[in-house]
Structure formats: C-alpha cells, structure tokens
C-alpha cells in the first residue's frame, strides 16, 4: 500500500487551533449579542459579528487546504510548531471564562483589552502560520480588517455598557500597534538568525 502524507489537517494541532479559534470567536460574539438584547446598536453589532464570523471561517478554510496540499516535511514542521504554542489552550479556555463572566453580568473594564489580547494571539500564530507556508501577503491585510471588525464591535458593544467607546478604541488601537510591531520584530529576529546572513562584523 503506498504512503500518504501522515497526520491530515483534520486529525492534528493544526485543526484543534483552527476549531477552538473560530468556538472562541463564535462564542465571544454570541455572549455579546444575547448580553445586549434588543438595543438600538444590536443590529449593527450582529451585521459586524456575521462578518467576523465568515471572514475568520475563509482563513480557517484557506489554511486547511494549504495544509492538505502542503509536502510532508513541511506539514511535520508545522505539526511540530503547532503542538508547541499556546493560543489553541487560550481560546478554548477563553470560551469558558467570558460564559462565566457573562453568567454574572459584570464586564469590567479589562474585558475589552481581554478580549483582544486573545484575538492576537490568534492571529500571531496565523501570521506565523502565514511565514511557514509562504502565503501572500494579503493574509495579513485580512488579519486587519478582522481586527478591526471586531474593534467596532467591542466598542459598540462597551458604549452599551455605559463605558467610553473612544477610549476603548483608543485602548484596542494601541493594541493594535503594539501586536505588529510584536510581528515585525519577530522577523527582524528570524532574518538575524538565518545562517546565509552576512556578518556585520
């Protein structure tokens, strides 16, 4: 019998990283819409988490099928790479916090940056994801308007709440800075380290 390529996406890290990913997003979002019932923004909130939703799903997609068509010693590095972060572990246990906290009804102050902070590391591990199996660069263009989307709803969702949506963004923006700067370093780092690099010395 001839050998195939081992471990399919839909048996490894990689997929338990891409189901818990869009749960965390799916359930963040559902939390959200019951929490606000019928207020005047709840349409607006729902129209930009069906949006979140289906972009977050294409790039679920698109990684699946890099994955299946990828050669063995690439789909073994990213196993490898994938069974050692932690984002999969963040998202999933991310899902059961926000249901408690929103079983209490009390959003503190830190549950927007909370929130995001999880988005990134989601989206860390896509960018990496991105750099391993060579993508386009519009996947990181996507990554930002996912990003953004969900900036809308969280401040739309924290001016319901009685908080000041500017400073929420302006909290989330920062955020947002901070993460690909994050990114660009990382590289910086990677290219530093390749062998075949000049010495400065």
Known sequence: MAETKNS??????????????????????DIITTSIGDHDDAPLIMAHGSAAKEQLGKLVQYTRAQYDRANVELRRDVDEFMQMQAATTLARSGQVAFKKVAAKGLFGDGIFSWIESISHEIKKIINWLRDMFNWPSWISTLLELLDQILKTILGLFGGILGRSRSKIMSELSTMEVEFWNEIASHKRFALIGRPDRPDDE
């Open 8 to 29: 399919g996406a839909g048996q490894g890290a990689l997929e338990e990283f891409l189901r818990e990913s869009e749960g965390f997003l799916s359930s963040t979002l």
